[in-house]
């Protein structure tokens, strides 16, 4: 019987061979893997608000002011209510008097005075952007998903 050694030349094909093999193996179980991954782009709503000023007027009833004519009839009323002879509360008497008198007959009247004033608003605009993507596969029976950023 005869025994034959092997060669350099021979180990080193054999070698070679089953790292080319492993190899093989490995890659066809990275594309198993690949192909059973699902990819999804995910998107967000974003609003923004612009702003811009409008101009804004309202009409406002005021009361006349019957004030003054109404210290302008006291004022006549304690001068004419002093000079009554024989009354020492004349004057605060004519006041008073006077001064109902001034105020029931003013010619002053109410009216509508327009008040104008600067409001800022906003006005929205919503737009879809890009969030995130993420990656689903399944390994050893078990599924995984990772998010990135493309």
Known sequence: MEVKVMTEKTKNFI????MA??????????VDAASNADIQDHYK???SQKP???????????????TSDAIKGAIIGGILGNN?????DGGA??????????????????????YCSNQTRYKKESRTVYSH?????????KVYTVNFKK
């Open 52 to 66: 811009y000023t409008v101009e804004v007027c309202r009409d406002q009833v005021t009361s006349g002011d019957k």
């Open 93 to 114: 008497i004519g006041a008073i008097i006077g001064g109902m008198l001034g105020h029931s007959n003013s010619g002053a009247s109410g009216n509508v005075k327009t």
């Open 21 to 30: 093999l492993a190899a093989a193996l490995i890659v066809s179980n990275k």
């Open 84 to 88: 009554i002879k024989g009354e020492k």
């Open 45 to 47: 709503t974003v609003i």
């Open 15 to 18: 070698w070679w061979g089953g």
């Open 133 to 141: 993507s993420s990656i689903t596969f399944g390994y050893e029976g």
